[in-house]
């Protein structure tokens, strides 16, 4: 699942804050570090065990495409876990495979009018200045509705 460059830019500036050392690398330590802020607790084993599947060194550290790798294996099992069928009415509304673009409000419209659903202070909260919602907003809408 290929990132977008606004994303590797993030990981880039998330990475350098990382390293806390100013080594350029992240060891075992850091990066457990950042897993812990996200809330995804790991062992000392399992933190070395990801290092070791990325780390073509083998030097026990990741330089920033070895970041990438895990940022990029965590999105996709992160996306594995979400709601199928949010995923497949963000496709059938035009929304890309790796949930990135966005969806002309236009078509979510078409489709809450179809089933007789009246929304339009919700749309109004999340639709973008020039008619567009992103997947992010596209899931939250939804599980508003299915919340009301």
Same mark, same amino acid.
């Given at each position: 699942?290929?990132? *977008?460059?606004?994303?590797?830019?993030?990981?880039?500036?998330?990475?350098?804050?990382?390293?806390? %050392? =100013? *080594?350029?690398? +992240?060891? !075992?330590?850091? /990066?457990?570090?950042?897993?812990?802020?996200?809330?995804?607790?790991?062992?000392?084993?399992?933190?070395? /065990?990801?290092?070791?599947?990325? @780390?073509?060194?083998?030097?026990?550290?990741?330089?920033? !495409?070895?970041? +990438?790798?895990?940022?990029?294996?965590?999105?996709?099992?992160?996306?594995?876990?979400?709601?199928?069928?949010?995923?497949?009415?963000?496709?059938? &509304? =035009? =929304?890309?495979? @790796?949930?990135?673009?966005?969806?002309?409000?236009?078509?979510?419209?078409?489709?809450? *009018?179809?089933?007789? +659903?009246?929304?339009?202070?919700? &749309?109004?909260?999340?639709?973008?200045? %020039?008619?567009?919602?992103?997947?992010?907003?596209?899931?939250? &809408?939804? *599980? %508003?509705?299915?919340?009301?």
């Amino acid at each position: 699942m290929p990132m *977008s460059e606004h994303d590797i830019e993030a990981c880039r500036r998330s990475y350098r804050q990382l390293d806390r %050392d =100013g *080594s350029g690398v +992240l060891d !075992a330590a850091e /990066l457990k570090g950042l897993l812990q802020e996200l809330g995804n607790t790991r062992t000392e084993e399992e933190v070395r /065990l990801m290092i070791q599947q990325v @780390d073509e060194s083998a030097k026990g550290e990741i330089n920033f !495409a070895d970041y +990438l790798k895990i940022v990029e294996t965590n999105k996709a099992q992160r996306y594995d876990t979400e709601d199928v069928e949010t995923f497949e009415a963000w496709q059938a &509304l =035009g =929304g890309c495979r @790796d949930m990135s673009g966005r969806v002309e409000v236009s078509k979510i419209t078409g489709l809450i *009018s179809d089933f007789g +659903l009246c929304m339009d202070e919700e &749309l109004t909260k999340v639709v973008d200045p %020039d008619g567009y919602i992103s997947y992010e907003k596209f899931k939250d &809408l939804l *599980s %508003d509705m299915a919340l009301s």
